[in-house]
């Protein structure tokens, strides 16, 4: 054989495994470039989700300690105009209301976003708070007829509210660190 012919030979395959590299490195390159616009936007959607529930549970508790404090006043007898128990009763039940439904909104934006280990810690604000809704119902619809009655229903209500307080802490450094690569949040 000639040597051009065998130079030709020899170097057929290196090109064609070149060829072969730069071909699926083109792919590989040209898939990143149509998938970040994707991952960008999903990532601003798990952010909206996250700081969603973020506002949404802040909220709640603030709103749920202010009117805690106001039906404290009410059942305590010291607005005046309000003498009558079961009038006291229907207005704190009213004001206790908190609002559980941005709660709900946003863990559902956080479960349709997820990941999915953000979503158990989403939800476990949502069903904490819901506990909460009920011990507090319990203490305003309360028949306790005893001091002691009325602390325990007072304490089971205060533990219900801190552990919503609690329940919000692991989600914000979970969501944190998924939102910022960490690897083992993933």
Do not use: C, K
Not at 74 to 96: C, K, M, P, Y
Not at 123 to 137: H, K, P, S, V, W
Not at 149 to 169: F, K, L, N, S
């Amino acid at each position: 054989m000639e040597a051009e012919v065998l130079a030709a030979l020899v170097a057929t395959p290196a090109v064609l495994a070149t060829a072969s590299a730069a071909y699926f490195a083109g792919r590989a390159q040209a898939r990143a470039a149509l998938r970040a616009p994707v991952d960008s936007i999903r990532r601003t959607a798990q952010r909206e989700a996250y700081a969603a529930l973020l506002t949404a549970a802040r909220t709640y508790l603030r709103t749920t300690r202010r009117n805690d404090v106001w039906r404290e006043t009410l059942l305590s007898g010291v607005v005046a105009n309000l003498a009558d128990a079961e009038q006291q009763r229907r207005l704190g039940r009213f004001r206790l209301q908190g609002q559980l439904e941005p709660v709900r909104h946003a863990v559902a934006l956080v479960s349709l976003e997820g990941p999915e280990h953000l979503v158990p810690l989403a939800e476990a604000i949502e069903q904490y708070a819901e506990d909460f809704e009920r011990a507090a119902q319990t203490v305003v619809n309360s028949s306790a007829t005893t001091p002691e009655e009325r602390q325990e229903e007072r304490r089971m209500m205060e533990e219900a509210y801190e552990h919503v307080v609690a329940a919000v802490p692991p989600f914000v450094v979970a969501a944190r660190a998924y939102l910022n690569g960490n690897p083992a949040s993933r």
